[in-house]
């Protein structure tokens, strides 16, 4: 049995653990009110985006915008992966990183590996991860933008896959994250950024009524390129809410096994 000595070492070693996941949980807690609060704000206006798009097609206007045309054969393709920074935010980088290897392993059973693949890490944990495996190009350029989404780096990190697709370099691009859905749930999230799909399908809105000038076709096709910024943005935004949140919940289960570890320690000093 332990000596007395060394019980009450360990009851001082547990109360300053508490201390530290406490103030990490209250932290967390800010950034994710913070956070939700820039998802919440960037919905709206990336859903009515998307709604002007798809009533614009419900009215028969054209789309001919290089984007939206899918290519013959996916010979190459880009994957955006968003993580994080730091750890001590439970399952977060892992979910992130076991998507990623997965879809890397479907394309390579698919015959696209090696310099065929152009895998865009945002996050220095995934980043860690990565470098140690091969048959992809690592493209490290945004591993430091994930704690602090601008659209400025949305902005450019879109238009160098847009680019990219236009000039047949890549044939498909796709997004990796995790989506906030709620602080005690955080969805594994893989979805096509390239070429764009707009379906009209359950959409029940319509273009009668309204002036628009110059035409339909043109508007639409001028607002694809900015729903594209867009789209990269409002993911850095919702992988980042997702991050405080698993934080907030990994703290907060730390903190309550302290607790529970403090007590039990306490009972067995008291013996």
Do not use: W
């Not at 009524?209 to 508007?219: L, Q």
């Amino acid at each position: 049995m332990a000596s007395l000595k060394e019980i009450k070492g360990r009851i001082g070693s547990v109360e300053g653990t508490l201390k530290i996941t406490s103030a990490m949980k209250m932290v967390a807690s800010a950034k994710l009110h913070k956070a939700q609060g820039a998802i919440e704000n960037m919905l709206p206006y990336d859903r009515q985006l998307h709604k002007i798009m798809v009533s614009l097609l419900a009215g028969d206007a054209k789309v001919s915008s290089p984007y939206c045309e899918p290519h013959n054969r996916i010979k190459r393709v880009a994957i955006v992966a968003i993580a994080s920074n730091s750890s001590l935010c439970g399952g977060y980088n892992s979910n992130v990183l076991r998507h990623t290897t997965a879809l890397l392993n479907e394309y390579a059973q698919q015959g696209i590996k090696d310099d065929a693949v152009d895998c865009y890490v945002i996050g220095r944990k995934l980043d860690q991860s990565l470098v140690k495996l091969k048959g992809f190009n690592l493209i490290r350029d945004y591993v430091e933008k994930g704690d602090n989404p601008a659209f400025a780096t949305a902005r450019e990190l879109a238009q160098r896959l847009m680019k990219d697709y236009v000039s047949g370099r890549i044939d498909r691009a796709e997004l990796i994250y995790m989506h906030f859905k709620s602080t005690a749930s955080q969805i594994p999230t893989r979805e096509t950024f390239l070429p764009v799909e707009l379906k009209t399908e359950g959409e029940k809105l319509s273009t009668s009524g309204y002036i628009i000038e110059p035409t339909p076709s043109e508007v639409l096709n001028t607002l694809i390129p900015d729903a594209l910024y867009m789209k990269i943005f409002t993911t850095m935004l919702d992988a980042q809410a997702a991050e405080h949140a698993a934080r907030t919940v990994a703290m907060q289960t730390a903190t309550d096994n302290a607790n529970e570890l403090l007590g039990e320690l306490r009972i067995q000093y008291n013996k």
